[in-house]
């Protein structure tokens, strides 16, 4: 049996986060500059959106730049702004054929002009698709985020529209950047680093981690297929024991 029939079988993560790793040693593996790997990532990030809206994954949140990656040199920056203009206006068909809706979190307003001009084009003209929400993470950091809400709720607090006893962690959910996605049941990152790197801190609390050696260029549907497989073989038990579940 073909492994995406396998997966098929079982329940499927609502939510799958990916932490794209890999880019530059890919490419200096292939004695290459950093940009080819970068460029070569892009068609990893078009396996992995067709292979999620086909297997009926309802959201795919992706790493694509960091608050951090800021400080990487200047022609690398604007190597990965200018992937992300053209990934955009070449996609943005598939995105409407396939029914998937585009969105962001990050700090947006921090990015390129013309960067934040194609992402909203292409956010709105596909707001209304159904079958899949693709988010990109754009000079996001998860500190940040948690730091905004807390600054929101606070102001919130002070103008008497929310009361301090109130607030819970739905009223956190619907002040973070992720407000109308699900938990993440999933979170994989590729090219052997084991670490969350200030991505979706809260959001990530009681996801399934896949660690995977593949470098991000050379991620396949076949090994999305092969991380879900092993997220479908964990038993999430929530804080409670094996007994309770059955
Ligand atoms: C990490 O590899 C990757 C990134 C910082 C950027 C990811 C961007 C893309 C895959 C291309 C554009 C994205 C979209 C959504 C169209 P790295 O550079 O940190 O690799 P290294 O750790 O081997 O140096």
Known sequence: MDLKNSVLKKV??????????????WAKQKGMLRAFGHENGTKSVKQTVEACAELGVENLTLYAFSTENWNRPK???????KLLVSSLKKEIKTLQENNIKLSAIGS?????????????????STAQNTRMTLTLALSYGSREEILNTVKEISIKVKNNIIS???????IINEHLYTQNL???D??????????ISNFLLWQIAYAELYFTSVLWPDFTKQHLYEAIIEYQKRERRFGKTSEQLS
Do not use: W
């Open 12 to 25: 499927l993560p609502k939510h799958i986060a990916i932490i794209m790793d890999g880019n530059g040693r």
């Open 75 to 81: 022609l690398e920056v604007q190597t990965l702004m």
């Open 108 to 124: 947006l307003n921090t990015l390129p002009k013309k960067v934040y001009k194609e992402l909203f084009e292409v956010i709105e």
């Open 164 to 170: 301090a006893e109130n607030i819970d962690e739905s």
């Open 182 to 184: 699900p938990d993440v």
């Open 186 to 195: 999933l979170l994989i990152r590729t090219s052997g680093e084991q670490r």
